[in-house]
């Protein structure tokens, strides 16, 4: 079974641009979330998808929004990008069994993004 | 709101001694608590969670964990370390459930020196 695939995987932007990230989850996956890994902050949880709809939201500016396809696949979005928004941008993906039961997420290689 | 701290940003061991990286947790409600692994240019890979049940968890790589609630800690061990097991490794709490909102610590870089 092929695992969690993003693209692109390094990505370099300037200040002001906007920027779409792309996350495939793996088959049968209903759930997807990204997060932000930087050195000073650590990984950082940004929102969840599940079923096309967000179910969850960390604590990022409104300048950071995603959105889920029905085929599961999902984007995050990044507009007027600043300096401080270079990090790894990971997507990890979970399938939702019935009963809401937590189950384990599995995360994608990430996209690099530079901010210039 | 949960919390998970990680003693310890960078640990050095030789080639075949234990491995031991702590970390300790706040949480609410009854936490799920997960180790996860990462090496350079790759995103994280689980080792090893804990839900309910055993408070002794075993994963992958030979590493296990135990979870000491009237301690809030969840360290992570491994009886002789190889040197494929340097990585950064990180400890991180979940509410369950349909919350799938992981916090992560910040982080344990692992040397392990011949």
């Known amino acids: 079974k092929a695992g969690v695939t993003q693209t692109p995987r390094y990505l370099i932007k300037t200040r002001g641009q906007q920027v779409t990230l792309s996350c495939s989850p793996i088959s049968g996956h209903r759930s997807v979330s990204w997060y932000q890994q930087t050195p000073g902050q650590g990984l950082q949880f940004l929102f969840e998808?599940?079923?096309?709809?967000?179910?969850n939201k960390g604590n990022f500016p409104g300048r950071f929004s995603g959105r889920q396809f029905s085929n599961s696949r999902s984007e995050m979005n990044v507009s007027t990008l600043e300096l401080g928004d270079s990090a790894l941008y990971l997507c990890?993906?979970?399938?939702?069994?019935?009963?809401?039961?937590?189950?384990?997420?599995?995360f994608g290689p990430g996209t690099r993004l530079t901010v210039l | 709101a949960q919390s998970v701290t990680q003693l310890g940003s960078h640990v050095s061991v030789s080639e075949g001694a234990l491995v031991l990286l702590r970390c300790n947790y706040s949480?609410?409600?009854?936490?799920?608590l997960f180790w996860y692994v990462q090496y350079p240019n790759q995103g994280l890979q689980l080792l090893l969670k804990?839900?309910?049940?055993?408070?002794l968890v075993k994963g992958i790589n030979g590493f296990e964990a135990e979870f000491k609630k009237s301690e809030t800690s969840f360290h992570l061990t491994k009886p002789s370390a190889h040197m494929s097991d340097a990585a950064e490794y990180f400890c991180a709490v979940s509410r369950g459930g349909s919350n799938y909102k992981l916090t992560f610590g910040k982080g344990t870089l692992l040397t392990v020196n011949p």
């Open positions: 998808y599940f079923s096309e709809t967000q179910r």
């Open positions: 990890a993906s979970s399938l939702q069994l019935a009963g809401g039961l937590y189950n384990e997420q599995f």
């Open positions: 949480s609410s409600v009854p936490p799920y």
């Open positions: 804990y839900t309910t049940g055993a408070t």
